[in-house]
């Protein structure tokens, strides 16, 4: 287990935004790449990395609605790309690789959430697609100008829904049991999470380094395949259908959502560390029943090793 994944007890709070935590954070001449970057919580990290100085680059499904959310934020520029697509991912890595040959920060952020079973045109689930195969296909693709940054990293989206039981590496695809959205979801986030153990494992020695993040429970454009009835039984909304934003019991709003997400591409409290689960604009406890920090198998070496190894075989692609 990463001796590393415990609190640093840093002066953040739930209730911390995105422009607290990068105040005075100086991003001039460095690329961020940011999926899902025009929208909720990948919106946010957008306008913060931008208003610190980065040449943000987002990847999304819709350009042109896009086009409209970043309107006048300064050094952004936007891309097509369908994480569910090795096609797509690649096109987009490749267009990347050729325009931004550095990237310090790659933010992967794009995900869906507890929807009905769909596949990709390779068999696999959907959820474990979008949100886990996609963004290591992009790593993958992108390793070689992380690596030409001399410091880069990289964030992945996981969530508190890695604690819902039912991670199986034999069975990822939904093939032998049947199909639960939130069994499904949960896997990916717990994915997201062991790809950032691996992913610093592999990249610390050449100043790559890998963290994931809880952002907190928001109410956003992830729970579009949520109805009205789920959505409530979170108790997510007040008595006006408003979402509840009470950080302290983890119902953020998106500029505290995204804190963590920032604290973790830009703090210097992090160096020398990596691999590791953070919410809150700080490194989680290892908690095994409690509904906060992170459970220890979603931080495990030998696990995330395993699942590395799997995401090569699936992806056809080879090792960094």
């Not at 267009?95 to 390779?122: C, E, K, Q, W, Y």
């Not at 963590?260 to 992090?270: F, H, I, K």
């Amino acid at each position: 287990m990463n001796a590393f994944q415990k609190p640093l007890k840093t002066k953040w709070t739930p209730a911390s935004t995105a422009s607290e935590v990068a105040e005075g954070v100086d991003l001039t001449g460095k690329v961020a790449i940011v999926t899902g970057g025009a929208s909720g919580l990948g919106l946010e990290t957008t306008k913060t990395l931008s208003g610190a100085g980065a040449r943000v680059i987002i990847g999304v499904r819709d350009v042109e609605r896009a086009r409209d959310a970043v309107a006048g934020l300064p050094g952004v520029e936007i891309r097509g790309l369908e994480l569910t697509s090795p096609s797509s991912v690649d096109a987009f890595a490749a267009d990347i690789v050729a325009t931004a040959p550095t990237i310090s920060l790659l933010v992967l952020n794009a995900g869906v959430m507890a929807t009905p079973l769909f596949r990709d045109g390779n068999g696999n689930e959907g959820q474990f697609s979008t949100n886990h195969l996609g963004h290591f296909r992009l790593a993958i693709r992108l390793w070689p100008c992380l690596r030409a940054a001399a410091t880069s990293r990289i964030i992945a989206i996981s969530s508190r829904g890695h604690m819902i039981p039912g991670f199986d590496l034999d069975d990822l695809a939904f093939k032998n049991r049947p199909y639960d959205k939130w069994v499904a979801y949960g896997q990916s986030k717990t994915a997201n999470s062991l790809f950032a153990v691996a992913a610093d494992r592999r990249g610390q020695d050449h100043g790559i380094r890998a963290y994931s993040v809880h952002p907190g429970s928001i109410v956003g454009p992830l729970a579009r395949h949520l109805s009205n009835e789920e959505i409530a039984a979170f108790d997510a909304l007040d008595a006006n259908g408003n979402p509840i934003i009470d950080p302290a019991t983890d119902r953020k709003n998106f500029a505290q959502g995204a804190a963590t997400t920032v604290w973790c591409a830009t703090t210097s409290q992090l160096e020398g560390i990596g691999g590791v689960y953070c919410e809150n604009s700080d490194i989680a406890a290892i908690e095994p029943e409690a509904r906060s920090g992170v459970r220890p198998y979603a931080v495990d070496g030998e696990i995330a090793e395993r699942l590395w190894i799997e995401s090569l075989r699936l992806s056809g692609l080879s090792d960094v």
